[in-house]
C-alpha cells in the first residue's frame, strides 16, 4: 500500500498492486493505480489519470484532463477544467466538475454496470458512446433521428418508435438504449429534468 506524490514537472507514476495513494501534483502527469483500491489523483495540469481494477477514486484536478475509471465501481472526478471522464466497466459515479466535458460509454449492459452522471450541463457536456458493439444499432454516425425524450418510458414495453434510439426520461433521468430486438439497455443515470437534445451525443 503506497503512497506517492510527483510534486512539480511531469511524471509518471504507476501504483502497482495493493491499495495506493498517488498524487501526481503540479504538471502534466500520467498516473495509474493499477489493482487495488486506489486514490490516483493528477494534481494541476491536463493529466492522464487511471483507477484500474478495483473500487477507486480518480481525480483530475485543476486542467484539461483525462480520467477514467477502469473495471469495478470507480468514483471519477474530472475537476475544473474541459475534460474526458470515463468509468468504463462497473457502476461508476462520474462528475465532470468546471468546464466542458465528455463522457465516454465503451459499451452498455453486462459487467459495464449502470454509471451516474452527478453534473451533467447539456449546455456544454457531452456524451460519446462506442460505435459498434452494444450501440451497433446507431451505424457509425449518430442522427438526429436517433435520440428522442420518453417521459414515463417503460423499458419493458417500449414503443415500436423508439427501435434504434437512445431515450432520455425527464421524470427519472435514465438515459436508454433501446436496439430494437432484445431488452432495452440503460446506459446512465443522469439528473431529472433536463433539456437534452441530439447535439449532446456523438459516436466514436
Do not use: W
Not at 23 to 37: K, P
Amino acid at each position: 500500500n503506497d503512497a506517492v506524490a510527483g510534486g512539480g514537472g511531469n511524471d509518471t507514476i504507476f501504483g502497482g498492486k495493493a491499495n495506493d495513494v498517488i498524487d501526481g501534483g503540479e504538471g502534466n502527469d500520467l498516473v495509474s493505480g493499477d489493482t487495488g483500491n486506489d486514490t490516483a489523483l493528477g494534481g494541476s495540469g491536463n493529466d492522464s489519470v487511471f483507477g484500474g481494477r478495483g473500487n477507486d477514486v480518480v481525480s483530475g484536478g485543476e486542467g484539461n484532463d483525462s480520467v477514467y475509471g477502469g473495471k469495478d465501481n470507480d468514483t471519477v472526478d474530472g475537476g475544473a477544467g474541459n475534460d474526458l471522464v470515463s468509468g468504463d466497466r462497473g457502476s461508476d459515479l462520474l462528475t465532470g466538475g468546471a468546464g466542458s466535458d465528455t463522457f465516454y460509454f465503451f459499451s452498455a449492459g453486462g459487467d459495464f454496470g449502470v454509471d451516474t452522471i452527478t453534473d451533467f450541463t447539456p449546455a456544454e457536456d457531452k456524451i460519446k458512446l462506442k460505435s459498434g458493439g452494444a450501440f451497433s444499432g446507431l451505424g457509425s454516425t449518430f442522427d438526429a433521428s436517433e435520440f428522442v425524450v420518453v417521459s414515463g418510458f417503460t423499458p419493458g414495453t417500449p414503443a415500436a418508435n423508439t427501435g434504434n434510439k437512445l431515450i432520455y426520461d425527464p421524470q427519472n433521468g435514465l438515459l436508454y438504449f433501446n436496439p430494437g430486438t432484445g431488452s432495452v439497455l440503460t446506459v446512465a443515470q443522469l439528473q431529472p429534468g433536463l433539456t437534452i437534445t441530439s447535439s449532446n451525443f456523438e459516436l466514436f
